[in-house]
């Protein structure tokens, strides 16, 4: 691996693969294909590698933190489990998050039979839970979209509660519209458990973070010397032009693999896909822990979504007297805007999904060019899945 800012001029000639990003998918990508005896040149624009993913220490406390917001890793995807052993030694964090409401109960999500015993009288949770198991013994969860279903007045209590105090007020503010134009599919993913196993993430086989962090598990993916790591690089040096694809504003027919922005690509030339960003607030306390739960949710702010304490996450420095927090409040994604300049979360409704469509359109008549990753997809991508498709994508390219 070599490491440094893009020059002038580059003899990308050299190369048998591009690669632009080098967020989780780049990186992984990269790494399969100089395993392979290929060459990569992996580009990125900050200064920085691991995209989102990317974490560090706190210049202040000495603790590590998650600059673009917490990364939980889970997977039950044999693949993909296999692909990080020698990379992760994950701490075996299990992920848990407590809600901030206007009581004083201690509530976790996802809500399951324990929580519907602190919420309820005796009476109606113990009505409630033999419902559920004598209605739906062989179901592990149901959605909220389930619950508005169910004619029965215990049930439509808890959903009412999960829809105005929890999961609604939690939407509105992060998609950044009302509730009714949301779309349905949103609530839809919402589970509750019906059995007393309160497990963030219940199908994963391994979960937790990589010991040390995720920054330096990136860097030894690409620490091979057939992986030509490049930071600081422009956005805009790959374009397009009458299907041609340019690299420094010269034609290329070398496989290009883009996991940027793909409206960017084209200029924005039908508009600008939109997304949702988030603003991060960060204070640090003399004590060993702040909160109760590592993610507390804050669904009845007014701008919070949640708050996050990541010596919990990371379990590092856990003996320390400081430790680090960072308050989340999401916007609209603004190319400029110091407060919510990074595109997190595609807004994937049916505008936006048939903008995409077009510039995907434009994307699949340039034959050198290979999509990959969130920002190029428009799609909401665990980390896990960005592995399997990242593996996928190398054993296309590889035939």
Not at 305 to 319: A, I
Request: glycine content about 6%; overall charge positive.
């Amino acid at each position: 691996m070599t490491l440094f800012s893009f020059p002038n001029y580059v003899n990308w000639n050299k190369f048998d693969f591009i690669v632009l990003g080098a967020g989780i998918s780049g990186i992984v990508l990269s790494h399969v294909l100089a395993q392979h005896g290929k060459s990569v040149l992996l580009l990125e624009k900050r200064n920085q590698l691991g995209g989102n993913c990317y974490d560090k220490l706190d210049e202040t406390t000495g603790l590590l933190f998650h600059q673009y917001g917490p990364h939980i890793f889970h997977t039950d995807n044999q693949k993909v489990m296999d692909f990080i052993q020698p990379f992760f030694e994950l701490n075996n964090y299990q992920h848990r998050v407590g809600l901030q409401l206007d009581n004083n109960l201690d509530l976790t999500l996802p809500f399951d039979f324990s929580q519907m015993r602190k919420l309820l009288d005796t009476k109606t949770a113990s009505s409630l839970i033999n419902f559920f198991q004598q209605h739906f013994p062989a179901e592990k969860h149901l959605t909220l979209m389930q619950l508005q279903t169910i004619n029965f007045a215990p049930v439509q209590q808890l959903y009412q509660f999960l829809k105005t105090k929890v999961y609604g007020p939690y939407s509105v503010k992060m998609w950044g519209m009302p509730l009714e134009q949301i779309d349905p599919s949103v609530l839809g993913r919402v589970k509750i458990s019906l059995s007393e196993n309160s497990s963030y993430f219940p199908t994963a086989t391994i979960q937790g973070l990589p010991k040390g962090g995720y920054t330096k598990a990136f860097t030894k993916m690409v620490d091979h010397p057939l992986i030509d790591l490049r930071l600081n690089c422009p956005a805009n040096l790959i374009s397009v032009n009458n299907n041609q694809l340019l690299f420094a504003n010269q034609p290329i027919t070398k496989p290009v693999v883009y996991c940027g922005l793909i409206d960017q690509l084209f200029g924005y030339c039908f508009g600008r896909l939109q997304y949702r960003s988030l603003h991060f607030e960060w204070k640090r306390y003399a004590v060993k822990q702040h909160q109760a739960y590592p993610v507390m949710n804050w669904p009845l702010h007014p701008t919070i979504t949640r708050q996050v304490e990541y010596k919990q996450l990371t379990q590092e420095g856990l003996e320390s007297n400081q430790t680090i927090v960072s308050c989340e409040t999401p916007g609209a994604f603004r190319e400029g805007d110091p407060r919510f300049m990074e595109p997190y979360y595609p807004l994937n409704d049916v505008s936006n999904n048939a903008l995409f469509a077009r510039y995907l359109k434009l994307a699949n008549a340039i034959p050198n060019i290979h999509l990959l990753g969130r920002l190029a997809l428009y799609q909401y991508i665990d980390m896990d899945r960005a592995i399997a498709q990242s593996l996928a994508k190398a054993e296309q390219l590889l035939q």
